[in-house]
């Protein structure tokens, strides 16, 4: 059974190899080789420990009942909405390949957004992201804007819950304490790819 547990800043290393694996098999040949070499696993690691520790972020873990991290979720929450869009912004989601089908990143997106407004932004070549997006409710509303890092068009999606906009609920607690064991060792091991991962 997967287990959505809050991230800790101890996951941060974990976080950041996992979503520079993501990148790598995702966006190699489609992003500039300058952006992707520039974004290495540890570079990555510190702003998520960052965003973990200053609550910037609030970072959700799929994990299997092992430890093996099978996914990754993060979402940011404006003071208000801006130009009509909802206050919580699904940030980032990334799903193992091995994990593709299995329901987690469905799972992932429900404890990330529980049954809230929210909007994002996807890449626009992302066919299979957008799929699943729209699975889950989400619909473009014509706004894009091109990526500062990569430089490709990143479209604007949103999703609006019958009596959704509530306020955010507590997070979800990691069984138990501290990290589960053999979570890092076993990731580092892990093949990932995230047709699901947009930012």
């Known amino acids: 059974m997967t287990q959505i547990v809050q991230a800790e800043t101890s996951d941060a290393e974990a976080i950041g190899l996992f979503q520079t694996r993501c990148w790598e098999q995702t966006y190699r040949g489609i992003a500039p080789d300058e952006f992707l070499d ?10 998520w420990a960052e965003r973990i520790a200053d609550g910037s ?31 919580l912004e699904l ?9 593709h ?3 987690v990143a469905a799972r ?6 529980e049954d809230e407004d929210a909007h994002l932004l996807v890449f626009s070549f992302n066919e299979r992201a957008q799929r ?5 409710g989400f619909h473009p509303n014509g706004d894009s804007q091109t ?12 999703r609006r819950c019958a009596g959704g906009g509530g306020s955010r609920r507590a997070a979800v607690p990691r069984p138990g304490s501290g990290r589960l064991p053999g979570q890092v060792p076993i990731l580092r091991r892990a093949s990932t790819a995230c047709p699901t991962a947009d930012r």
């Open 91 to 99: 940030s980032t989601i990334y799903v193992d390949e091995r994990a």
């Open 38 to 47: 520039s974004a290495t696993a540890q570079v990555r690691a510190t702003r």
């Open 147 to 158: 990526d500062p890092g990569t430089g490709l068009e990143e479209r604007r999606w949103v």
């Open 57 to 87: 972020r609030r970072v959700l873990m799929a994990l299997s009942d092992d430890g093996v991290l099978l996914g990754v979720a993060s979402t940011t929450r404006a003071d208000q909405a801006v130009d009509g869009l909802p206050a």
């Open 101 to 103: 089908g299995t329901g």
């Open 108 to 113: 992932l997106l429900r404890a990330a957004l």
């Open 132 to 136: 699943f997006y729209s699975k889950h």
